[in-house]
């Protein structure tokens, strides 16, 4: 055997026994196991075994034709499994029903047929159906990695700006990796049917290469971390944030200097720290600078009048809600970038 050989062995095997390894701790070693877990636990096991099959196929010609299909039929199961993990992700208290179930009919069903797919029955029968059976697999895979793709588009597209959580985001940067590595693993597989448009050792290396990748952003992400009723924004959290959004918008509490958690607690019967872990919620800033926010953008206004050209920028300021100079300064230049008298001078130009 090749030095090349053995070295492209080495490096699949590494990613399949780490797969592996990762299905072991989700699926049985983790505390508080979901079904989620269940579900990613089940799917990198099932592209162990058809990974696993790709690299005995690749260095053994004469791997058993059953053991080929046996192989195939798992990307059958692949699709459905994939799709109901994402479903998982970004549905609250997901759960496997009869319908999920129908979904593994074809993969039963080509399980059964594998046996009596015999060379002999292609020699019989023709073998352009073995690029049927093939094509229609992967065809079948490009359905759900289709559907995975959507579901995680229309999970995006119901979450407006203000709603999207820092959980949500991970969760949808997560889902998008994982579902850009499948395709991806699924291209190198379609390219090797026609003419051996690339080689066949490609899919396992770059399986090797997805699963080092999303281990590495799943630590980044604490996706292990995540509870999946995180995603799930709370009706009274998302009304009491558009409260406080109103608060300032409306009735412009914020140009009171002395505003503070403790004020916004008694004008909406919230605690303090139940109005900060909202405002840090949803508007991804802590309280003084959310507040800051609305004062520089008041600011900016009366900039813009050529009425306000009589007034000091520290007068401007103080009107504003800012009850220091210095701490207008610092917040005017975190948000645009300039300090005021720039900002100022450069509307008059």
């Not at 196991?33 to 099932?46: G, V």
């Amino acid at each position: 055997m090749l030095t090349i050989d053995i070295l492209l062995i080495i490096i699949c095997a590494a990613g399949l026994i780490h797969g592996l390894t990762l299905a072991v701790y989700i699926g049985l070693i983790k505390n508080k196991r979901t079904s989620t877990d269940i579900l990613m636990a089940i799917l990198l096991i099932l592209m162990a075994f058809r990974i696993g099959k790709s690299i005995l196929f690749q260095f053994n010609d004469k791997l058993e034709l059953l053991f080929i299909f046996l192989g195939l039929s798992t990307l059958l199961l692949i699709g459905p499994t994939l799709n109901w993990y994402v479903k998982s992700m970004v549905t609250p208290n997901f759960r496997l029903v009869n319908t999920h179930y129908i979904q593994t009919i074809p993969f039963l069903f080509v399980l059964g047929a594998s046996p009596y797919l015999s060379e002999q029955w292609f020699m019989e029968n023709g073998k352009h159906w073995a690029y049927v059976i093939l094509i229609g697999i992967y065809l079948h895979l490009a359905f759900y990695i289709y559907l995975s793709f959507k579901r995680i588009h229309h999970f995006s597209q119901s979450l407006s700006i203000i709603e999207k959580t820092k959980s949500q985001e991970h969760i949808l940067v997560w889902l998008r990796f994982v579902v850009i590595g499948m395709t991806a693993i699924w291209f190198s597989y379609v390219l090797n049917i026609f003419e051996n448009g690339i080689p066949y050792i490609t899919g396992p290396i770059l399986y090797s290469i997805c699963i080092y990748l999303l281990t590495f952003k799943a630590y980044k992400l604490k996706i292990n971390e995540i509870d999946t009723k995180s995603i799930e924004s709370t009706t009274s959290n998302l009304r009491l944030y558009r409260q406080l959004v109103d608060l300032m918008v409306n009735e412009e509490l914020y140009l009171s200097s002395d505003l503070s958690l403790n004020k916004l607690g008694e004008l909406t019967g919230y605690s303090s720290h139940r109005i900060s872990t909202c405002i840090n919620e949803f508007s991804k800033m802590n309280f003084n600078n959310f507040i800051n926010l609305y004062r520089v953008e008041k600011t900016k206004s009366i900039f813009k009048d050529e009425e306000s050209n009589i007034y000091t920028i520290s007068s401007i300021a103080y009107d504003s809600g800012f009850n220091s100079l210095s701490s207008f300064n610092t917040a005017f230049k975190k948000f645009e970038k300039t300090t005021p008298s720039a900002y100022r001078n450069s509307i008059k130009k």
